[in-house]
């Protein structure tokens, strides 16, 4: 180690506070390396212990467990850091009660020091730590590489402290995550109401009249049309990419399939230029357009766009052509469709014959208007949450550098953790 500038000293792990030390795992803690018990052992009925085989069963800081064994081989103490230790290396999480660890993970427990601490300081080393795998099938590492790797050990009340803090930022991510999916199934149980019933109070639906349609139940006054009876439908299309001068310096939004996740889009990270646009299929769809992916894994997802802009050729462009269809509620009525549309289709790939043929129900507009109130209030609502999601993603993620090179010390923090 080279002398100290700032308070800081120079170590392998790069520049540290001086009272702090650089040790080997092995030095600090007990390392448990997993054993599988005999595959006869295994059961779902949570007979025995808890069975973690890697880190398929982590969650964000806890696993969820699956899998029991009546012979546990080796045990992972409460509150110790799991890690996996192969396919791959470096993931960790907490354990939350005792596990029966397989060959996937290893348990550390430092022997005077504090495991949240170790659990967060593994995670800002893991990719140092995914460097120490080896082996040609999958990456893994053994117990004496595991027990070598450095860690920075601030003292003892500092471990506390940062691991108080990145708890604190993490538990917020948390509830965080927890109001999306609270308001994502509320956002799925209103549609189910809304598209059956229409906007009326769920101690209503029993004076809403039904009838049987060829997409099921709706109410009476309603119809059905095809998509193409009601929307221009066209698709767009991809500038050839040997042609630098479609792409560079382009000006003009180009929208993938992949983008579409039943949200709205008001930005993109591909853009073409005119000559691309005149060379290609693609096409201009404007602002309010509902956007429809017809291939791969976001078959039936859909986009609303913010502005104008283009698309490749697996999304169909729907624009209202007619006074009496509202764009905003025919975003979520082929959201309420969504597992219509992929049963119907019966293949990963749709086309345009498809989708014009493909059938909706038609409201009157005012009930189209106050339908596309709530659940965009919803969907605002999600998307608030989402950016709050990031900032704080954000947070973490600085956060867990600065304390883990020391550049902000607890101490001069003015926080309670």
């Known amino acids: 180690m080279k002398g100290s500038e700032n308070g800081f000293k120079e170590t392998e792990l790069g520049p540290l506070p001086e009272d702090w030390k650089v040790v080997k795992l092995g030095e600090v803690c007990e390392v448990i390396m997993g054993q599988s018990p005999p595959g006869k052992t295994y059961n779902t009925e949570g007979n025995g212990m808890p069975f973690l085989q890697g880190k398929a069963e982590f969650g964000n800081i806890y696993p969820t467990h699956i899998k029991y064994t009546t012979q546990p081989l080796k045990i992972a103490p409460p509150n110790t850091v799991l890690i996996s230790v192969r396919a791959p290396v470096g993931d960790v999480n907490l354990a939350d009660i005792a596990y029966c660890i397989g060959r996937g993970l290893a348990s550390l427990s430092m022997r005077n020091g504090n495991n949240t601490y170790l659990f967060y300081c593994l995670e800002y ?29 601030p003292p003892l009340s500092e471990q506390e402290r940062i691991a108080g803090v990145l708890s ?103 853009f073409i230029t005119e000559s691309g646009l005149e060379n290609s299929s693609a096409k201009i769809f404007g602002s309010g357009t509902v956007l429809v992916a017809m291939v791969g894994a976001t078959l039936g997802k859909t986009g609303y766009l913010k502005i104008p802009a283009s698309t490749n050729q697996n999304i169909a462009g729907l624009f209202p052509t007619v006074n009496n269809l509202i764009g905003l509620f025919l975003f979520y009525c082929m959201q309420s469709r969504y597992k219509f549309f992929s049963k119907e289709g019966g293949y990963k790939i749709a086309n345009l014959s498809f989708i014009k043929s493909f059938p909706i129900p038609l409201p009157p507009l005012s009930e189209q208007g106050r339908i596309a109130e709530v659940l965009s209030a919803v969907d605002e609502k999600i998307q608030a949450e989402e950016r709050k999601k990031r900032a704080l993603e954000g947070l973490f993620k600085s956060m867990l550098h600065h304390l883990m090179t020391g550049k902000i010390r607890v101490k001069d923090l003015n926080i309670e953790v």
């Open 125 to 153: 080393l893991k990719p140092l730590l995914e460097k120490q795998g080896t082996g040609s099938t999958f990456m893994a590492i053994n117990k004496s590489k595991l027990e070598k790797f450095p860690i920075p050990l």
């Open 168 to 270: 604190a930022i993490q538990g917020v991510i948390e509830k965080t995550e927890r109001v999306i999916r609270a308001n994502r199934e509320l956002k799925r149980s209103l549609m189910k109401h809304l598209f059956t019933y229409g906007p009326v109070p769920v101690n209503n639906v029993d004076s809403v009249k039904l009838k049987d349609t060829e997409i099921g139940k709706i109410p009476e006054h309603w119809n059905v049309v095809k998509l193409g009876e009601v929307c221009d439908v066209k698709s767009g299309g991809t500038p050839s990419k040997k042609k630098r001068e479609y792409w560079e310096n382009g000006n003009i939004p180009w929208i993938r399939s992949e983008k579409c996740q039943d949200c709205f889009i008001d930005k993109v990270s591909d």
